[in-house]
């Protein structure tokens, strides 16, 4: 895996080339591939030349271009999109006696909800925002919040509310920067590799399930060694598209069983009826016990944003070439996009609840790929599927699904971990971090990790002591402080009952 240090400086590295693109437009600065050795020295090149700006337009071909390798990130986070909506939709379902028929609807509404966010945000006035995404951490709490009452328009509605707040007060960006690369390389590390064992679990639950074990085997030997191959003659930015072809064909051709079913049709686009009593979710309007009730656990997902912004942002920078800061993912505008969405999308009524979208940024990044062309094109290819149907069918099925999550999302966070904690004393607190995330969670080993490395227990004890009281320790502290009592609440730290009884179930 190519990288460059994560603290390059790009303003030194050529001395003018910043003043050239601050004078000069994308348009003028803008070559044909042809004119360039090699692919990756043409993607680079739109890298370092483009300029997006804030809250302002950001046109195709003016600001940026389309180019071959934006599909890639588009159809794995289309993928992602529709296997994580349905499993917090079904997660939800369950314990509300809610049909299949209902999880079917909510998806395709949420695929239509997104793609006008995407479009807005990060194809349009906040090209450095990754699109807004789906908080995977919090599907195992769905039934806890479910069992206690809790209302997943108030729940929504709550986050959106904390994740302004945290984006307006820059929250997210400072988080970022009281992380040490070997606190980021260790979380990557463990998301990268809880993620690949559990998709390839799943895989073979699912092989074993049709009685035909083998399949998984070879789907998965056989995804290997394309991954290999590709990493071989660097085109590993195809691995998400190639690894679906061979994963999907392998097994139809060894006698999986695969048919469509979801017909072409549009969702109920009517809010008041996904929140009426007798129809879409039977809930109704939450009330203000309701909000109540879900409180806790809005704090914790927010903080539990953090970590999952901060890693995605780190494998996108190591991924980058030099002088490519202005077209980075900003965790703070990141926030206000996810917060936007979230907020709207639980008013009109659906299921998701927002996060960095991780299935688009990581093969973006890959492929090196600035934001938003990848993201209209996301948009899009999220419509496509919401109103024909069957794109769902396949993008659910296990083969396709599994093999694009690790080859598209996993692996490359597990290399970028490693890379990140080849130097240095970064190797002691990346171990703290997996061993701490083993205990509980991520968002808990990222926050006692991280306090333990500025205070100079682990780590380097020179970044340490180059930092104030404030970085040192008050911030860290009051961070793991907030995660572990909000988790002790909820019954979330291992064999500790939670400490608030309507939680206890």
């Known amino acids: 895996m190519t990288t460059k240090p994560l603290d390059d400086n790009s303003s030194d590295a050529i001395p003018g080339a910043d003043t050239q693109t601050a004078s000069d437009s994308y348009e003028n600065l803008h070559k044909p591939s042809s004119e360039f050795e090699s692919r990756d020295a043409y993607l680079e090149h739109e890298l370092q030349i483009m300029q997006p700006k804030?809250?302002?337009?950001?046109?195709?071909?003016?600001?940026y271009r389309f180019e071959f390798e934006d599909t890639i990130p588009a159809m794995a986070a289309t993928i992602g999109k529709v296997v994580m909506v349905a499993a917090i939709a079904a997660t939800f379902a369950g314990p509300l006696g809610l049909s299949d028929g209902f999880v079917l609807e909510n998806v395709r509404y949420e695929l239509l909800i997104v793609s006008l966010f995407i479009l807005l945000f990060s194809g349009f006035i906040l090209p450095t925002a990754n699109l807004a995404g789906t908080h995977g951490p919090l599907i195992p709490l769905i039934p806890i919040v479910v069992a206690a009452g809790g209302h997943p328009m108030a729940f929504g509605l709550l986050i959106g509310a904390f994740g302004l707040i945290l984006a307006f007060s820059k929250g997210g960006s400072l988080m970022a920067k009281l992380t040490s690369k070997g606190v980021c390389g260790g979380l990557l590390l463990y998301l990268g590799f809880v993620g690949t064992i559990s998709q390839v679990k799943k895989l073979f639950a699912w092989a074993e399930e049709i009685q035909m074990t083998h399949i998984a085997f070879i789907v998965i030997l056989a995804t290997i060694l394309l991954y290999a191959l590709l990493e071989h003659y660097k085109k590993r930015w195809l691995a998400v598209p190639l690894s679906c072809l061979i994963g999907g064909f392998t097994a139809f051709a060894l006698g999986a069983p695969f048919e469509?079913?979801?017909a072409p049709g549009l969702p109920n686009m009517n809010p008041m009826y996904w929140w009426g009593e007798n129809t879409g979710w039977m809930l109704g309007l939450p009330t203000a016990e309701s909000f109540v009730v879900v409180l806790p656990f809005a704090v914790l997902a927010v903080a539990m944003w953090s970590p999952d912004f901060l890693g995605h942002q780190v494998f996108q920078k190591i991924s980058y070439p030099e002088r490519t800061e202005k077209v980075q993912m900003n965790i703070d505008d990141t926030m206000l996009s996810a917060s936007t969405r979230q907020t709207f999308g639980s008013l009109l009524g659906g299921a998701n609840f927002a996060s960095s979208w991780g299935t688009y940024i990581v093969p973006a990044a890959i492929a090196k790929r600035p934001i938003p062309a990848g993201a209209i094109l996301t948009a899009l290819f999220c419509i496509i599927a919401g109103v024909w149907g069957y794109p769902m069918d396949l993008a659910i099925w296990q083969p396709v699904l599994c093999v694009a999550l690790i080859v598209g999302v996993f692996i490359p966070l597990l290399e970028a971990g490693m890379e990140m904690t080849r130097e240095g004393k970064t190797t002691q607190s990346a171990a703290i971090v997996v061993f701490a995330s083993s205990l509980v969670n991520p968002a808990f080993g990222w926050?006692?990790?991280m306090l333990l490395d500025n205070l100079g227990l682990i780590g380097c004890k020179e970044r340490s002591a180059d930092l104030s009281r404030m970085?040192?320790?008050v911030i860290p502290l009051i961070m793991f402080v907030l995660l572990t009592g909000v988790m002790a609440l909820v019954g979330m730290l291992p064999g500790i009952p939670?400490?608030?009884?309507?939680?206890?179930?």
Request: glycine content about 0%.
């Open 260 to 262: 469509f079913n979801t």
């Open 447 to 449: 926050s006692l990790t």
């Open 498 to 505: 939670a400490l608030m009884p309507s939680f206890r179930h």
């Open 54 to 63: 804030r809250w302002r337009p950001n046109l195709p071909f003016r600001d």
């Open 471 to 473: 970085s040192r320790w």
